[in-house]
């Protein structure tokens, strides 16, 4: 932001980012200044809607002054055209002069956009957090009352036609009342003579992403509509706000409990889960004692529909009929949802059709990478033609599993994770017997290696240095663990007496500080690794605060310039949380063990959380993951490809819990390998999970509301077209979080997953093998050419600077085993 923009804001106004930054360097020097989040002045749940309020008079302070600006301008305009003839006519000539000026005009205009974004985003994203994972009712039911506040405030500022009109003068030299399009615009954007758009044409281009963001963002919430249906388009969003917020909250706070019951079911449950821990798993019910009691506690137990409990019993127990129960039930735990989503397809249609859109998925995808629906059914169909093929060949071999084993050959959905458990484990072993010219091993090369089993290699301390290395090794970067004051943590109840004495345990919130040998200070990013009550039920990066640049004084005079060095002191330094459930600490054991794919959800999360520290903009609304959704994902999916390389495992991330020893490079490259086992069946669930998403919010929306079928009769279909098992009377897309956050948007996650494997292909995989020099130049090549940028330019161009071409899905296939 220039320095004298401050000068426009009303005296009496103290700037929230400021006291923001006092806050934290508070917290560093002095324990009882911290506050959750650090954030001014939030020490209790009361306090998170005082904040919100606060927010937003900082943000109508910034109104009042482009509005002040805007009435100025106004009034110059009108006396400079009452002073004409209006029989002469007269040539403007724009000096170089009052070029300069409203070039740095457009540029204050933008950052004071920005101020408002910042500050409304700093609080409704803290909010999002902490009602997502705090250990405190109070504090969740508190972040849930700020977070309405802000986001009706939101649709608010989206229905300002002050604040666009500000924009449209001047940024875009105009007064809005003309028909040119966002993308007419942008055509317009690389020449640099005194046209309409002169002033947009001086901007360096990451002005212009901003500019034409901020554009669309109004144009797409509907400024252009009367003001009646502007208030109309307004009370839908609010009514679509809560029903997110409430879809959001029944999957994490609606938990099912039920009972197994008789002597065979019960030892069913036992061989797989041991009582000790399962009692860590099974949330405890409103009206009983113990979450594995009831009856005798032996012919019965009581369980609950919690992923953790339920996935590691569908993966490992041989029972059939504990399968199929535990299925059931995980799969109907959330029938309120049902209900919920019809309302919300519903409302994100009539809303998108107000806006004049053909649907919700036209809306959302309009400044995606793909552009429309159509494009992303072209991709999702040609994904399915081409590992088609391969999931067909999966499926066969389940079904020859499920008749060996129990005289079947109908896979049903309940079969599905524990054949290819099982079938995976035996093809580890079979790889770990032959040697690598096609031999059986000695049973001495066997013995030395112990056996063909991975559990014990992987912990959560193992997988955190082996980011430490990973870190310094691609970048330069240190990753240092700092003390949590009290009232920075979230995952203990602060409310109550006995957390003054409470630290959460070996299960418990871990903050890091990220510092660069050159760059400096680059934010901090806190680990939230385990589940417990009222937490959010999956994995997800959470940003707390972005990074933006704040106070730079750039002279732009052409489209290629680029932004003058900044100091350190002028950034804003980024917050972000790791959200996970992994397995929690067993009291038998100093180390928490993790499953592998638990390590690789983890290094997945930390993907994005590098994408939000690393980023450096000049706005926050361009910060680190606040890039286009179908692209976002393929940070995350480029790291979490560190925790299948074989050398990087190796060497650094397995290490056995008890022996210390790593694990050998040869049984890291068979656990790579297992990675393409069965991704055929993967990878069509996961197109038909895209498909689905894009009916539910497509042209013809699944909302009998609407006309059309409910969404649960649209999976079935959906699963049978593909012959993925289904089972009849569930309902899993009740618990389907990402229907919500990425709504219309969830193809991003395979689409994505194509640029990350051509990067890590390309870029990565062979310079692991070779010199320090090499994995340093391929990680400043990813840095500096894409995750610096974060949203302020084209992923298209980021993409290409980082592979030298077009990206390819090739990558892809090869790396999931499909030819």
């Known amino acids: 932001m220039q320095p004298q923009l401050f000068v ?47 927010a937003i008079r900082e943000c109508d302070a910034v109104r009042r002054t482009l509005a002040s600006s805007l009435s100025s301008s106004s009034s110059s305009l009108s006396s400079s055209t009452a002073s004409a003839s209006p029989t002469t006519t007269t040539t403007t000539t724009v000096s170089n002069d009052d070029l300069n000026n409203k070039v740095q005009k457009a540029k204050q205009t933008l950052h004071l956009l920005d101020d408002i974004s910042n500050i409304v985003c700093t609080v409704i994203d803290a909010a999002e957090l902490c009602r997502s994972v705090h250990a405190s009712p109070q504090w969740r039911r ?53 046209s309409s758009f002169a002033i947009l044409a001086q901007l360096s281009p990451e002005y212009q992403r901003m500019a034409l963001a901020m554009r669309r963002e109004f144009e797409r919430d509907g400024i252009h509509l009367s003001y009646n249906e502007r208030e109309e388009a307004r009370e839908l969003n609010n009514v679509i706000v809560g029903l997110e917020s409430l879809f959001t909250t029944n999957i994490t706070e609606k938990t099912k409990f039920f009972t197994v019951e008789g002597t065979e079911m019960v030892g069913e449950v036992d061989k797989v889960i041991p009582r000790h821990v399962l009692g860590q798993l099974v ?35 041989p029972s059939s009929a ?67 093929h391969v999931f067909r060949k999966d499926m066969e071999v389940l079904q020859k599993a499920k008749a060996f084993v129990e005289g079947g050959s109908n896979i049903e959905p309940w079969d599905v994770a524990f054949y290819t458990t099982l079938i995976k484990a035996q093809r580890q072993h079979l790889r770990w017997q032959e040697n690598n010219d096609g031999g059986i091993s000695s049973s001495n090369d066997i013995d030395d290696d112990e056996s063909s089993q991975f559990s014990g290699y992987f912990t959560v301390e193992n997988s955190i240095e082996g980011m430490k290395v990973l870190v310094n090794e691609l970048f330069g970067i240190t990753m240092n663990e700092v003390d949590i004051p009290l009232e920075e943590r979230w995952d203990i109840d602060t409310t109550k007496e006995e957390a003054v004495t409470s630290t959460g345990g070996s299960n418990g919130l871990r903050k890091f500080e990220f510092h660069h040998e050159i760059e400096g ?90 994408h939000s520290l690393l980023s450096r903009t000049s706005f926050q609304h361009l910060s680190g993951t606040r890039a286009a959704m179908d692209f976002v994902e393929t940070p995350s999916h480029l790291f979490e490809s560190f925790a299948r390389d074989p050398v990087f495992m190796s060497r650094m991330l397995a290490r056995h819990y008890i022996t210390g020893m790593p694990m050998s490079e040869r049984r890291a490259r068979h656990l790579a390998l297992s990675h393409s086992d069965f991704r055929g069946i993967e990878i069509q669930t996961q197109i038909v999970h895209s498909k689905f998403d894009q009916a539910l919010f497509g042209h013809t929306p699944c909302s009998p509301s609407l006309g059309g079928c409910s969404s649960t009769e649209m999976f079935q ?26 709504g219309a948007g969830y193809y991003g996650y395979l689409f994505a997953q194509t640029f990350a494997a051509d990067i890590w292909m390309s870029v990565l995989a062979s310079c692991m093998t070779t010199s320090p020099d090499a994995v340093r130049n ?19 161009e980021m993409l290409h600077a980082v592979l030298g071409r077009e990206p390819s899905v090739d990558p892809f296939f090869k790396l999931s085993g499909v030819r």
């Open 142 to 194: 508190g972040a849930q009352d700020a977070f309405g506040i802000v986001s009706e405030y939101i649709g608010n500022l989206n229905a300002d036609a002050r604040l666009y009109l500000s924009l449209r003068r001047f940024v875009f030299d105009d007064d809005g009342n003309d028909t040119t399009t966002t993308q007419q615009v942008k055509g317009t954007t690389t020449t640099n003579d005194a």
């Open 283 to 317: 949330r405890t019910p409103t009206n009983a004692t113990s979450g594995t009691g009831g009856g005798d506690g032996i012919s019965r137990l009581t369980l609950s529909s919690d992923n953790l409990l339920c996935n590691t019993l569908l993966a490992h127990s």
């Open 8 to 54: 426009e804001l009303n005296a009496s106004t103290t700037s929230l980012l400021s006291r923001h930054d006092k806050d934290a360097a508070t917290t560093r020097r002095q324990k009882t200044g911290a506050t959750l989040f650090c954030l001014p002045n939030l020490k209790h749940p009361s306090d998170f809607v005082k904040l919100a309020n606060t």
């Open 322 to 388: 504990l399968r199929k129960e535990i299925y059931y039930q995980a799969h109907t735990s959330i029938p309120e949802n049902l209900n919920v989503l019809d309302s919300l397809i519903r409302h994100r249609h009539l809303h998108s059709t107000l806006l004049g859109y053909q649907s919700y998925a036209h809306r959302l995808l309009s400044d995606r990478m793909v552009g429309t629906p159509e494009k992303v059914h072209e991709f999702l169909q040609s994904m399915q033609e081409r590992s088609g």
């Open 778 to 796: 391929g990680g400043t090549k990813i840095w500096k050419e894409m995750l610096l940028h974060g949203g302020a330019k084209d992923p298209k």
């Open 717 to 742: 279909r959906l699963h049978e077209e593909a012959g993925v098992s289904y089972a009849n009377g569930t309902h899993w897309h009740t618990k389907f979080g990402h229907l919500v956050t990425y």
């Open 521 to 610: 200070p680059l934010g901090t990013m806190f680990f939230d690794l385990h589940p417990r009550d009222g937490k959010f039920l999956h994995a997800a990066h959470f940003t707390i605060r972005c990074g933006r640049i704040r106070n730079e004084d750039n002279t732009i005079n052409n489209n290629s310039a680029q932004p003058t060095t900044t100091r350190r002191s002028d950034h804003q330094l980024p917050i972000v949380a790791l959200v996970c459930n992994l397995t929690p600490s067993s009291s038998s054991s100093s180390q928490t063990l993790l499953s592998h794919s638990e390590v690789e959800t983890l290094y997945h999360e930390f993907g994005h959380g590098l």
